[in-house]
């Protein structure tokens, strides 16, 4: 309905007034006026080729993220759970979106400390940190990056490149696992660029997806030479390969991702 109404507010109207040759003789000292014309390309200055990007920066001022205020507000109350004992010092924060193994979209901001890999959900509205996975850097022993790619009949599809991240190669997930759309026992996460990158140079860095595995995989060769895990390899294998999401049908994450459920999102007079 927004998107209409928005259209709407952009529609040209041609004014013009039209004038008889013969009514514009000089003895006849008519009036002659012409009505302004109101097209909005002159009026408003607005372009063209500016019409998509403004319904975009509408669509993206829903999110509670831009927010004056919130994305520092957030960063400092994570801070604040870090554990420098067990995680070390914080070299740096990102905004992305994880995709889980039903591929559904959900808001994280994550944090790449000397040891650990913090994956937190945050609330945006009520400005308090839900939950918060650690990874051990020393245990992640692989990373991919790539294009989605889906199973062969499945009727699923997802544009853009991801990363996956993985900390148990040996360890496969159940059947159980699989099918539970709610587990949180995957021995890998994954990662794809949140929708407001495009916002400011300041959100185009904090989640440039590219940067964030590069100094993630630093991070954890740093921390295999460190403390290497017993059994483990140590190091960090980098794949340049397709991401796969084993989902067939997946009606209730096209649903969600349709309206980004899984952000803090302006609704109208509500908020989810």
Not at 42 to 56: Q, R, T, W
Not at 64 to 85: C, M, N, T, W, Y
Not at 128 to 139: A, G
Not at 219 to 227: I, V
Request: aromatic residues 10%.
């Amino acid at each position: 309905i927004m998107s209409v109404e928005a259209e709407a507010g952009f529609k040209a109207v041609e004014l013009g007034a039209t004038q008889d040759p013969e009514q514009d003789k000089p003895d006849a000292q008519l009036p002659v006026t012409t009505e302004k014309s109101e097209d909005p390309h002159l009026s408003s200055g607005v372009k063209p080729g500016d019409k998509i990007n403004m319904l975009e920066q509408y669509k993206l001022r829903r999110f509670f993220v831009l927010r004056p205020g919130a994305l520092d507000q957030a960063i400092e109350d994570i801070k604040s759970l870090v554990d420098k004992h067990q995680d070390g010092s914080i070299q740096s924060v990102w905004l992305m979106a994880e995709v889980d193994h039903w591929n559904n979209e959900k808001e994280r901001i994550v944090l790449i400390t000397d040891n650990s890999l913090l994956i937190c959900k945050y609330d945006f509205m009520m400005l308090n940190c839900e939950q918060m996975q650690r990874v051990p850097l020393n245990f992640i022993d692989r990373v991919c990056h790539g294009e989605f790619t889906f199973p062969q009949r499945s009727l699923m599809s997802r544009e853009g490149e991801g990363l996956r991240v993985y900390w148990d190669r040996l360890r496969e997930p159940t059947f159980t696992s699989r099918w539970n759309p709610f587990t949180t026992d995957y021995p890998f996460c994954t990662f794809t660029s949140h929708p407001v990158k495009d916002a400011s140079e300041k959100f185009a860095a904090i989640c440039e997806l590219q940067h964030f595995r590069e100094q993630l995989v630093q991070a954890a060769q740093k921390a295999h030479e460190w403390k290497p895990v017993p059994g483990k390899a140590n190091g960090v294998l980098v794949l340049n390969q397709s991401i796969l999401i084993e989902t067939y049908v997946g009606l209730m994450s096209f649903i969600g991702n349709q309206n980004k459920l899984g952000y803090c999102l302006a609704r109208g007079n509500i908020g989810f």
